[in-house]
C-alpha cells in the first residue's frame, strides 16, 4: 500500500473561499450567458468547455486558442474549482481512494476501482447523511451538507488530475463509469446531483454517457421517477431485505416508503429494459438475511423487474454490530440468485487494504489527530466491493 498524506493539508486555498464565480459550477448554457454578458461570440463557451473539461486545465494560462487580453480578463472573473485531496490512498490492486476537501473545509471520499474492462468511479453526493442505515458507517455521522454540482463535478475533475485521465491525456481513459455510491442520498439532493450529471455526460466534454452513470439510492420513492427522467442514468437501490420487519431495520427509510411502493417505483422507472437494468444491491450480513428462504423471496421480489442482483459482502468498520456472512453461506445464497437467471452477483470487494469501506479513511484520519470540520465517509453503498454494475 502506498500512502501520500496531507500533501495539500495547509488549510483551505483563499481563491476556494471567495472571489471569481466558479466555472464549475455552471451548466453549459449558464456560462454560455455570462460570457454573453461579456459580449464575447458564443463559440467562446465552446471552446472553454474543451480547455477545462476534455483538456483538464485548472487556469486560463494555457488556454492558448485565446488571446492573452482575453485570458487575462476571464481569470479576473472566473475560477476552475476543485477539491483538493487531503489524504490519497493506493490499494495493491490499484483501487485508489481520496479524502477531497472542498472549500468551506468539509469532506467525502471518492474512490477509483480500476477493472479489466473499465475504470469506476464512486463519488459523493453528500456531506454525511441524514439517513441512518443500521450497518452503514457513514449512517453515523450527521448530515453537513448538500454537496453542489460543482462540487460533485469537481471530485471527477481532481480523480482524473490524479490519474492523468484526461481524454486528452496519454493514459487514455482511465475512468470509464461513474456511480453515485459515495457517502449520502443522492435522491436527497437531486437537483445538484442531475446538474452535475449534465456537465460530466457532456459529450464536449468529460463525455461519460449516461448509460455508464448509476446513481444508487436507498429508496427515496417519490423522487424515483424524476430520477430517471431528468437524468437519464442507470438506477441502484439498496435493497439488502426482503420484508419490511428486517428493512425497517437496516434502511429504515423503509418506514416511510415500504418495499411494496419501492418496488413499484423501479417498475415505473423511466425508459427500464432488459438492455436497461435496475441493480439491487444485497449485503450480506451473518443471521440477518442470508437464509437459502431469503434468496428466494428475493427473486420472487424482484420477479417481472429487469434487474441485476449485487450480493456484497459485508466489510465490518470498528463498532458495528453486525458481521460478515460465512463464505458457504454466501456462496449458497448466491447459487439459488444464479439459478433464478441472475449471473455473477456477488461483488469481489476491493482496496480492503486501504481502509475501503464505510468512512474508514475518516476514522483513521481523525484516529492521527487531523480532525477538522466535519467530514464523511462512504457507506455500504460506497463501500467499493459494490461497484463494477
Ligand atoms: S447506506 Fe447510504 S443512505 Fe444509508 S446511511 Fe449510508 S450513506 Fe446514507
Known amino acids: 500500500m502506498q500512502v501520500a498524506e496531507d500533501r495539500w493539508s495547509d488549510g483551505v486555498p483563499e481563491h476556494q473561499v471567495s472571489g471569481p464565480v466558479d466555472i464549475t459550477e455552471l451548466s453549459r448554457s449558464e456560462l454560455a450567458g455570462r ?3 461579456l459580449g464575447l461570440p458564443a463559440f467562446r463557451t465552446g471552446q472553454l468547455w474543451h480547455w477545462i473539461y476534455h483538456r483538464g486545465v485548472t487556469g ?3 488556454m492558448t486558442t485565446l488571446a492573452r487580453q482575453l485570458r487575462d480578463e476571464l481569470a479576473g472573473r472566473f475560477r476552475i474549482g476543485r477539491p483538493v485531496p487531503a489524504l490519497e ?3 495493491t490492486d490499484g483501487t485508489v481512494k481520496w479524502l477531497f476537501r472542498f472549500a468551506d473545509g468539509s469532506e467525502a471520499e471518492t474512490v477509483f476501482i480500476p477493472e479489466t474492462d473499465r475504470g469506476t468511479l464512486c463519488v459523493s453526493s453528500q456531506v454525511g447523511c441524514t439517513l441512518t442505515c443500521s450497518f ?8 453537513v451538507r448538500n454537496l453542489t454540482s460543482g462540487e460533485i463535478v469537481g471530485q471527477v475533475l481532481a480523480a482524473s488530475d490524479a490519474l492523468g485521465a484526461w481524454p486528452s491525456g496519454r493514459a487514455g481513459r482511465p475512468i470509464t463509469n461513474i456511480v453515485l455510491m459515495g457517502m449520502g442520498e443522492p435522491l436527497y439532493n437531486l437537483d445538484n ?12 466534454g468529460l463525455s461519460i454517457s449516461k448509460r455508464r452513470i448509476t446513481l444508487s439510492t ?3 420513492v417519490p423522487e424515483i421517477e424524476r430520477c430517471g427522467r431528468e437524468t437519464g442514468v442507470n438506477l441502484a437501490v439498496s435493497l439488502h431485505a426482503v420484508t419490511d420487519e428486517v428493512r425497517n431495520v437496516l434502511v429504515p427509510i423503509n418506514r416511510k416508503w415500504p418495499i411494496a411502493e419501492l418496488m413499484q417505483a423501479c417498475r415505473d422507472y423511466p425508459g427500464l429494459s432488459n438492455a436497461r437494468r435496475i441493480t439491487f444491491e444485497y449485503v450480506m450480513l451473518d443471521g440477518i438475511n442470508d437464509t437459502p428462504e431469503d434468496a428466494r423471496a428475493l427473486v420472487r421480489l ?3 423487474i429487469p434487474s441485476k442482483i449485487n450480493l456484497i459482502p459485508f466489510n465490518p468498520w470498528p463498532g458495528t454490530r453486525y458481521r460478515c456472512s460465512p463464505a458457504p453461506v454466501i456462496a449458497r445464497f448466491a447459487d439459488i440468485v444464479m439459478k433464478a437467471g441472475y449471473a455473477s452477483p456477488v461483488r469481489t470487494p476491493r482496496g480492503r487494504d486501504i481502509l475501503a469501506a464505510c468512512g474508514q ?7 492521527q489527530g487531523r480532525r477538522r470540520e466535519p467530514r464523511a465517509g462512504t457507506g455500504v453503498g460506497g463501500d467499493i466491493g459494490t461497484v463494477g454494475i
Open 218 to 220: 436507498s429508496g427515496v
Open 89 to 91: 490512498q493506493r490499494s
Open 35 to 37: 460570457l454573453a454578458e
Open 60 to 62: 486560463f494560462e494555457p
Open 193 to 204: 446531483v442531475a446538474a452535475a450529471l449534465r456537465v460530466i455526460s457532456d459529450n464536449e
Open 136 to 143: 452503514c458507517h457513514t449512517g453515523t455521522q450527521r448530515l
Open 361 to 367: 479513511l475518516r476514522s483513521d484520519s481523525e484516529r
Open 302 to 304: 424482484l420477479g417481472g
